[in-house]
């Protein structure tokens, strides 16, 4: 499993009060002595004390014996998961089984080992009703089944929480299935051609044996080379229908598959080993045959597996986000629904920490919007009532009241996404170097067939017609057609292990050779965060500031966390949040302070100034006398200087593609080392989608995209290569063809230098089997082939492209000097 | 030799029957995950079994 999905739970620790030398129970992590659990066991949270208890009562103590890394701490999010039981929930990740029983796959957080899955599958002990409950470790994927009658999917998703394994839906549940199925027909097929194969071939042994020797016995020859017949006809017409498909498939539409000459050369190698066989003379091609169906299998389904783990990741990162609003009904309580049931006129609470569910208006409240995923805007905006929110920006500071007044299909977000579609769809496929070649190939080899047929027809009309199709079965083009998709399989695999998702291997051509790059900033270039950059005051005011900051989930709150992470800070009480100011309270008997220079100053604050330098300016008072300075700003990420250098000096013409304030790009532009012209500012969603498009009608080179926004998803889709980077939102990981899992654009670099290494492999690949295939088309030419030379030659040549491929090196290490 | 005319269609009913074998196994989900039981394997205990029989797999 990449890093990158199993790394969501761990960004959620964060760090917690006065540490203390014994740990929690549960977690381990420093537990604060508190007066509730004096007398047992000490926990870090509420979360884990209530994890502990449950396993406690249910007698499943067993769990900390078999872990082998401390647990997650568990963080009560308070959910009650009511919408895993609304009907649109339902419909969409639900199944009922034919003996009334339900069923479900949940994505679930937190699992890492084998006591998560011993504990998981425990949940029918724990909960009444559950009948069954099976974890993938390596998906992190539970399938549970339920007694509608006894208990609900609330209460089970409630009871995982609380064990702290968070769930959500599994978004791929639908294709999941279909998938499924098509593993193991694929497999099934391996299964039969490989029987078939090594039983022809034994057969063949035998046969070569006599042809080696004295000769044998005329009725035993005869004998074997029917069961080889039959066994043949059985692999062709089971496993071996796939290629007649494909070729079928390819003539129809009028192109030039590599299924093409396998379907042909298979057909005429049978063709004329039936007729020989009938006749009783002449080489049979069956052990050729039947090898060749089974290693073109084994080489399709290795393709297929390294597409479904990368397709697997994705959709696992995508059932993260959230697909749950908390609904007021009119008795003012509160309700979660599932996203899909949101309709205009009804009233949603937005937390702070919130993804905005729908587009609106809001009613109530005072908070700040950051719509960097949705705009690329850097500093968040302020909303009180009647100010317009968007869904997909998040809630920074308090709660917000909103009223929807468009759900689903019809925000902007999703028309947004609706274009992203529409720009993934236009877009030209790249034709794949060994495609490309194919078409060549096939008319190379069906000319030079001719050719021997017309050189032999003079001397000898039945020998020309056997070296004709001798020609053709030596030349089927098994190694060609395994060079890529092996070389590609063992790129993204590897990719894989470093975090860096590959779906589809066509990327890899259009990265291989440098074009034109297009980065967008916020987020990408830099953090999308505010970072603190400066800090004027004495160390000991940083205590009390973090006191006040902890739990708040602003970005300035956020930025001193990020800043501080292991300083202890003392309780604070009487905290008030004033959103879009600052916070204040009283620490250790002193009030404090922490807000913008303005606020400071109207609530009576003396020595109050701004810091010299650029950023959002915050102000630390101690008993309203100003005492320490700080500013923040969305800084450049650490390597984004070198590596948009080192991008230029592999070829890559560089350039900036914002939808921030045209200053800011220009300012980060210099920064980074883009000319001025390169960078361009203020691009609305639909801008950044033409500009792709323009260039890839104006340059005849790669155009790459890379960005992190939902504003980037449809030049990401639209781009020839479409990058999404680390912390990016759902669109454009949906519509990238590659996720960086690692933040930074080191891994940019990696993914460059690999796909170059991997192109090299496939060149050799090709070259291999092409030289191959020449020596087969001369031996052919001369008369010479023999079926014994046909039968070693194609396995070799196979086996070849099979080894260069394992061994070559992709993404096997990083790129010189590119390493952190 | 003439034994082999009666051993080979013997032996190819031996590989039917591996064949078949296999493909009761893909079809039932055995290959489906190949990491979870190794680790499933260690623990001591059992869960109790579904008290109605589960005639159904997950994937079909």
Redesign the interface.
């Given at each position: 499993m990449p890093a990158a999905v199993t790394e969501a739970p761990h960004r959620q620790r964060e760090t917690l009060g006065s540490a203390s030398r014994t740990g929690c129970a549960h977690c381990g992590l420093p537990a604060a002595p508190r007066s509730r659990h004096e007398a047992g066991p000490l926990f870090c949270c509420d979360g884990c004390a209530t994890a502990f208890s449950v396993l406690q009562e249910a007698g499943l103590t067993?769990y900390y014996e078999?872990r082998e890394r401390r647990p997650v701490a568990v963080r009560l999010n308070g959910r009650r998961y009511d919408e895993f039981a609304h009907p649109a929930f339902e419909s969409q990740y639900v199944q009922t089984?034919?003996?009334g029983?339900r069923?479900v796959e949940l994505f679930i957080e937190g699992v890492h080992?084998?006591a998560c899955?011993?504990l998981v599958?425990?949940l029918?002990?724990l909960l009444p009703g559950v009948?069954?409950a099976?974890?993938?470790?390596?998906r992190s994927l539970a399938?549970v089944?339920w007694d509608p009658a006894r208990t609900d999917l609330p209460a089970i998703a409630r009871a995982l929480s609380t064990l702290g394994y968070p769930p959500h839906p599994f978004r791929g549940v639908k294709r999941e299935?279909i998938r499924?199925?098509a593993?193991?027909a694929a497999?099934?097929r391996i299964?039969?051609a490989g029987?078939i194969a090594v039983?022809v071939m034994l057969a063949a042994l035998a046969m070569y044996s006599g042809w080696l020797h004295d000769g044998m016995?005329r009725s035993?020859e005869r004998?074997f080379r029917w069961?080889s017949l039959v066994l043949s006809l059985a692999t062709l017409a089971g496993p071996g229908r796939v290629f007649f498909a494909g070729a079928w498939a390819a003539v129809r539409a009028r192109t030039l598959h590599l299924d093409l000459p396998i379907a042909l050369a298979l057909g005429a190698a049978f063709a004329r080993g039936s007729i020989n066989t009938i006749v009783d003379r002449g080489p049979v091609y069956f052990d050729a045959v039947a090898l060749l169906v089974f290693l073109l299998l084994i080489g399709r389904y290795l393709q297929q597996r390294g597409q479904r783990l990368t397709a697997d990741a994705s959709e696992l990162l995508a059932s993260l986000t959230p697909n749950a609003a908390l609904v007021r009904q009119p008795d003012d309580s509160t309700r979660e629904l599932p996203l899909s049931a949101l309709l205009p006129g009804m009233i949603v609470v937005v937390r702070p920490g919130d993804t905005v569910p729908a587009d609106g208006v809001v009613l109530e409240g005072d908070s700040s919007i950051d719509s960097a995923l949705l705009t690329g805007e850097s500093r968040p905006q302020r909303a009180m009532a009647g100010t317009p929110v968007f869904a997909g920006t998040i809630n920074v500071a308090g709660t917000l009241i909103v009223r929807v007044d468009r759900a689903g299909e019809a925000t902007r977000v999703a028309e947004i996404l609706h274009r992203v579609e529409e720009s993934a769809n236009r877009r030209a496929p790249i034709v794949i170097l060994a495609n490309r070649m194919a078409g060549y190939f096939v008319a190379i080899v069906l000319l030079l067939a001719l050719v021997t047929l017309g050189i032999w027809w003079s001397h000898d009309p039945a020998g020309a017609v056997d070296h004709a199709i001798a020609l053709l079965i030596v030349t089927c083009p098994c190694a060609l057609a395994m060079a890529t998709p092996l070389a590609v399989t063992v790129a993204v695999g590897r990719a894989a292990r470093r975090g860096i998702l590959v779906r589809g291997g066509d990327v890899i051509e259009a990265l291989a050779t440098p074009g034109t790059l297009l980065l967008d900033k916020t987020g990408t270039l830099t953090h999308g965060k505010l970072t603190l950059i400066q800090w004027e005051g004495p160390e000991w005011v940083k205590p009390f500031v973090l006191a006040l900051e902890r739990d708040a989930r602003h970005p300035v709150a956020a930025a001193f966390q990020a800043a501080w992470p292991d300083m202890t800070a003392p309780n604070a009480v009487d905290v008030c949040h004033v959103p879009g100011a600052g916070v204040v309270g009283s620490v250790a008997g002193r009030a404090v302070l922490v807000g913008s220079p303005a606020f400071a100053a109207s609530r009576g604050v003396e020595g109050v100034r701004s810091p010299a330098d650029a950023g959002t300016p915050v102000v630390v008072a101690i008993d309203g006398v100003a005492t320490a300075f700080a500013g923040f700003a969305d800084t450049l990420r650490g390597d984004s200087a070198a590596s948009v250098q080192r991008l230029r000096a592999e070829g890559w013409c560089v350039r900036i593609l914002s939808g921030d304030d045209r200053a800011v790009v220009e300012r980060v532009a210099r920064t980074v080392g883009v000319a001025r012209d390169d960078a361009i500012g203020g691009a609305s969603p639909e801008a950044k989608l033409h500009e792709v498009e323009r260039l890839r009608i104006a340059a005849r080179e790669p155009v790459v995209m890379v960005g992190d926004g939902v504003n980037d998803a449809a030049a990401i889709a639209a781009a020839s290569a479409g990058i999404a980077v680390h912390g990016g939102a759902e669109a454009s990981l949906a519509s990238a063809d590659v996720y960086l899992g690692r933040p930074g654009l080191t891994p940019l670099l990696e993914l460059t230098e690999g796909a170059r290494r991997t192109m090299r492999i496939i060149r050799r690949n090709i070259a291999f089997s092409l030289t191959y295939n020449a020596l087969g088309v001369f031996l052919a030419m001369a008369g010479l082939i023999n079926p014994l030379i046909a039968a070693i030659l194609m396995p070799v040549s196979s086996i070849t492209v099979l080894l260069a491929s394992w061994y070559g090196r992709s993404f096997e290490r990083a790129p010189a000097g590119a390493r952190q | 030799m003439s034994v082999i005319y009666l051993v080979l269609p013997l032996a190819l009913l031996v590989v039917g029957a591996a064949v078949a074998a296999f493909a009761w196994a893909a079809r039932r989900g055995q290959f489906d995950d190949l990491d979870t039981p190794a680790l499933r394997v260690l623990h001591e205990d059992h869960i109790p079994p579904r008290s109605k029989r589960s005639g159904t797999d997950a994937g079909d």
């Open positions: 067993q078999l089984q034919p003996d029983a069923h080992c084998a899955v011993w599958e425990r029918p002990l009948l069954r099976e974890l993938q470790v390596s399938t089944e299935a499924r199925a593993d193991r497999l099934l299964g039969v029987a039983n016995e035993l004998y069961i | -």
